[in-house]
């Protein structure tokens, strides 16, 4: 069993920054086979793509609501995944959740629980 434990969210003025960390584990979990991803859902709207990180090249994909001011990134050797979130927006309020795709599959089957961002204006 695949698990994921979000950390870094929390309460923040317009156009501070973040940092979310997503820890992956599991007994048979190869953490370097997996594209890693971070959605978000705010209050009232439908969980959203925020961005990705492949698990062979490494290559990333964002939302154009967070491109150019939020940083994907990954380190194998501590199975967690990285989200740098700067410039940040009130419209950025949302829990943050962590994903996981096993390579050569389309669906991200492993979810973690989530962590709150606030953005105060």
């Known amino acids: 069993q695949v698990q994921l434990v979000e950390s870094g969210g929390g309460l923040v003025q317009a156009g501070g920054s973040l940092r979310l960390s997503c820890a992956a584990s599991?007994?048979?979990?190869?953490?370097?086979?997996?594209?890693m991803a971070w959605f978000r859902q705010a209050p009232g709207k439908e969980r959203e793509f925020v961005a990705h990180?492949?698990?062979?090249?490494?290559?990333?994909n964002y939302a154009d609501s967070v491109k150019g001011r939020s940083t994907i990134s990954r380190d194998n050797a501590k199975n967690t995944v990285y989200l740098q979130m700067n410039s940040l927006k009130p419209e950025d309020t949302a829990v943050y959740y962590c994903a996981a795709r096993e390579r050569f599959t389309g669906e991200y089957a492993y979810w973690g629980q989530g962590t709150q961002v606030t953005v105060s204006s």
């Open positions: 990180i492949t698990w062979n090249t490494g290559t990333t």
């Open positions: 599991g007994i048979t979990f190869s953490f370097s086979r997996y594209t």
